[in-house]
């Protein structure tokens, strides 16, 4: 949103002198748009899916799967077809499907053309509109493309012939050792906001993820493919100088985590009370959903030791200088900051009674002077607190065009700050003073599954879990602290089946262990905002309210325990509503993929690529992954996309 404006970008030595002024003219703009929107109430659900794609071209002579760098050319078409869509019914149903831009020149987003509302019928469109989407992709291909959801591609910034057209790595913007800024993008947004991270950064970004030893894996792992020159000025040698850590899988740019590709659940809520409500309730569950969905086993064609893409993406836009990170004490910058600005969220924001202070447990850098404006215009405290912490952040890429705007009718600054906190989840208000559109919640762990049955379940798993919340007033809180501990753990490999997570062991406000006050309606209680600043005490108060469980427990529950799992209470929710048989038969097959793979019965998609590239007769146990295993992996993930091939172990018997 508001993402793509026209205009000429400034470099970060110019946009630093401008970043006091977006910060404040984003203030104005969110208060304005909080004096219009504050009382908006929407009558229903309107909720969807964001799906990312790359688009690999096959060079089939050479076998091997290359990333098309052709995407612009296929953006065209789609918006053109798009447009052509709104004015011709006929067209309307075969588009049905809205596309954007990504980070990657080789990536596309695709969302359903309108909304889904909350009907359980309407559950049943969208892996249908996720087949639309994939077929109207593949239209606008050459007969070598193909669109693929895999959340990280194997051999990105491998050297030799991985992009089509080919390219060297080189390039001004990310100075990468592996990736030429060819890469990235077109739209002059993309390359300045690469360069300006690693400028105010002020060295390149250092990704730097385990690698999985095998038995032929070195030990230590030295990576013999790191090019030991630099044009540029850093990492002349990045293992001498420290970037690239043994033992590790070294990433030096932008694009080995926003070129990853994810799927967002987008909700609109009834109010801006039940949007923070939302928001609370689903912040537990990113590091459960992360773990679940891990789809993103390899990198720079290496099996490396984590089954998700989520750090490496913090780490390639971690935009804190040194001073920001600790390594240097305070002088040039204002506050020590403990996390990228693509991270998990740091506080809960709902003034539901059920939000003890106790929760917000880490220590929250925030803008005294944005949260005094903020409380004087009548923001409580804890969303004052939410959006005078995300204004710590400088803006990236200011446009000169759009510097001096009219703060009445643009929410341009506010937008700027807003859509670079990349987090678990975003807290999203209206977009206008005047839009339809209402106050949405993101979910935005989820990786993005190898097919659209997959997604689609995901999808509609996570739109229940929220109509369950709302409905049994639910009460899924924890220590924030928690919630970051399981995000470090969800990493791991196999986290799903190996791992334990905080969970709270009662989930129901008000009623007996196992049976939720079925079809209770939420009501939002007020209370007044605390005036006193929340001093963060220990989480020991609040110790004995949760504990460790596996996935399996988190999701299928625990009957001698009394804990339903959040599919007992979906399964509790959907028997509240007047169903058909046929729809409640057809929801089911997606809760039952969720179930098997929480409980192990099925493979994640990590797993089931370690699985496929350590049984490729290419393999020589030595974590590679070669060019050849990455074609066959490729072609396999198309042919199950296509139903030409069974694969029970990751989707059981549902057919494609
Ligand atoms: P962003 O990239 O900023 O997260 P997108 O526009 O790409 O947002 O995706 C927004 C998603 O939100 C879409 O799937 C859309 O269907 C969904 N959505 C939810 N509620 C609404 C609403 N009220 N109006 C429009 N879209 C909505
Ligand atoms: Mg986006
Ligand atoms: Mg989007
Ligand atoms: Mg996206
Ligand atoms: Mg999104
Ligand atoms: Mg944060």
Redesign the pocket.
Known sequence: ?GLLSLGTPMPWDEAKKYADHVRTHGIIQFLNLWEATKDSQKDCL?????IEYMVVSYDEENKRAKLSLRVWQILQDLAKEEEEAKTDPAKKLLVNSSW?PEYGRYML?G??GE?YMGLPRDLLAVERNMKLRRELARKYMLPNEVPVTLTSYPRLGCAGEGLEPHHEPHGPAARSLFVPDDIINAHARFPTLTANIRRRRGSKVAINMPIFHDVNTPKPFIDPTIPTYNDYPEDKNAIEEGAALPDHIYMDAMAFGMGCCCL?I???AVNVEEARKIYDQMAPLGPIMLALTAAAPIYRGYLSDVDCRWNVIAQSVDDRTEEERGLKPLKENKYRIAKSRYDSIDSYISNDPKNKPEYNDIPLVYDKDIYKKLSDNGIDDLLARHISHLFIRDPLVIFHELLNIDDNESTDHFENLQ?TNWQTMRFKPPPSKTSP??W?V?FRSMEIQLTDFENAAFAIFIVLVTRAVLSFNTNFYIPISKVDENMKVAHHRNAVLEEKFYFRKQIFTQSRPGTPAAGTPSGSPKVSPATLPRVASLSAGTADEYELMTINEIINGNPAKGFPGLLGLVNNYLNTLNIDIETRCEISKYLELIKKRANGTLMTAASWMRHFVQNHPDYKQDSVVSEKINYDLVKMIEKINKGEVQVPELLGNFAV
């Open positions: 949103m309107l909720w969807g899916d964001e954007h987003e969302t359903p909304p967002q987008t909700f609109q859509s559109i209402g949405r993101e």
